[in-house]
């Protein structure tokens, strides 16, 4: 996971060292040594002292060269498919926490730029604040869960998951086959309501979608059931019958979240049909899917930051348990740790 992204930071970390130095810019002469070593042993100021050994051992971190390092962490971030906006965001924080900075000897360049890189990389990941559990306790029962997002980035799998989680965590859910678009789709759904043994409301093909959610909101209300989870089709952002169509499930069921799901590996498009749905119907959450096949990491840095809104979930393979509440640690963990 992650691989393309991981090598191509640790490459920059390598090449800073001995590029973006320059030596301390005061000349070390003998004379001005001792002159300001007596100043200095007079004055009781520490910040004085500090000042001093500063000019004398520190050195620099030059604007030249380190255009070149930001040059090349700005290749590796695009190559790796973060958004535009996010990468000058992180450029310009790299920047401003290393320009003119000074550093002793003893210290390693490479270090000091990996910090800088990790620390706007970690701010960029700040947003991601959702906790899921937090999220089901304070919801009144019946609540529902809608997942869109274009064909076939992981919908209805990534909905089977959250029904294994939920039950698995004591509540009772239902599923509303509100896929009457495409062929196949609710017998998908189907298959999973049987393994999982959870109840499934489903019309024909061809039905409203929204009298299907509407369907199972009743069914959940009458039975007394915690959640529903309502499949959608896939839709282009451009196919506006599809869209009002969402708009309209939306208006009918009042879902307590609207979660957006993206292909990890469609990088920025991820990231560009997201503010799409987001306009639609206003997301509150995503998950991110096949993040098990994807070497970049581009979506999972930039789709939160760049709509607002959190990650909740990443999926990574194709088995029930294959999900993981996503938080800011294990994201930067699966970029810089060992
Ligand atoms: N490797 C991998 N495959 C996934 C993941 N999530 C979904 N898939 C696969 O992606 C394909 C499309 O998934 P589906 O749930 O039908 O997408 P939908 O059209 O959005 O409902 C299926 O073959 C899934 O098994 C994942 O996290 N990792
Ligand atoms: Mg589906």
Request: net charge negative.
């Given at each position: ?139 009144k029962r019946p ?28 509540n009772t859910?239902v ?24 109840k ?18 009743e069914y959940a209300k009458a039975k007394r059931r915690d959640v ?111």
């Amino acid at each position: 996971m992650f691989d393309f992204l991981r090598t191509g930071l640790k490459n920059i970390f390598k090449r800073a060292e001995s590029k973006v130095i320059e030596t301390g810019s005061k000349e070390i002469n003998s004379q001005v040594v001792e002159k300001e070593l007596e100043s200095v042993s007079l004055s009781s100021s520490t910040e004085k002292k500090e000042q001093f050994s500063d000019s004398i051992f520190a050195k620099k971190i030059r604007e030249g060269p380190l255009d070149d390092v930001l040059w090349k962490l700005e290749i590796v971030l695009l190559e790796a498919d973060v958004a535009f906006s996010v990468v000058d965001e992180i450029k310009e924080k790299v920047k401003q926490s290393l320009l003119g900075k000074k550093f002793d000897h003893g210290r390693c360049l490479e270090e000091i730029v990996e910090h800088s890189i990790k620390d706007a990389i970690m701010d960029i990941l700040k947003i991601n604040k959702f906790d899921f559990d937090s999220w089901l306790k304070e919801q009144k029962r019946p609540t529902s869960i809608i997942f869109v997002g274009i064909n076939g980035t992981g919908k209805t799998t990534a909905i089977a998951k959250i029904a294994n989680w939920l039950m698995a965590h004591n509540n009772t859910v239902v599923l509303a086959a509100c896929d009457t678009f495409r062929a196949g789709a609710i017998e998908q759904l189907s298959v999973h309501a049987d393994k999982l043994k959870c109840k499934i409301i489903k019309h024909s093909q061809d039905a409203d979608p929204a009298a299907v959610a509407f369907d199972a909101l009743e069914y959940a209300k009458a039975k007394r059931r915690d959640v529903v989870l309502v499949d959608t089709a896939g839709r282009m952002q451009t196919d506006n019958n599809l869209i009002d169509e969402m708009k309209k499930i939306v208006r009918v069921v009042k879902p307590g979240l609207k979660i957006f799901v993206g292909d990890s590996l469609a990088g920025n498009d991820a990231v560009e049909q997201a503010k799409v749905f987001d306009d639609a119907i206003g997301i509150d959450a995503v998950i991110l899917t096949k993040i098990d096949s994807d070497s970049k990491g581009g979506a999972a840095i930039s789709i939160a930051h760049t709509i607002g809104k959190p990650i909740a979930f990443v999926c990574n393979g194709q088995e029930y348990g294959d999900i993981i509440k996503f938080n800011t640690e294990w994201m930067f963990n699966s970029l810089f740790g060992d």
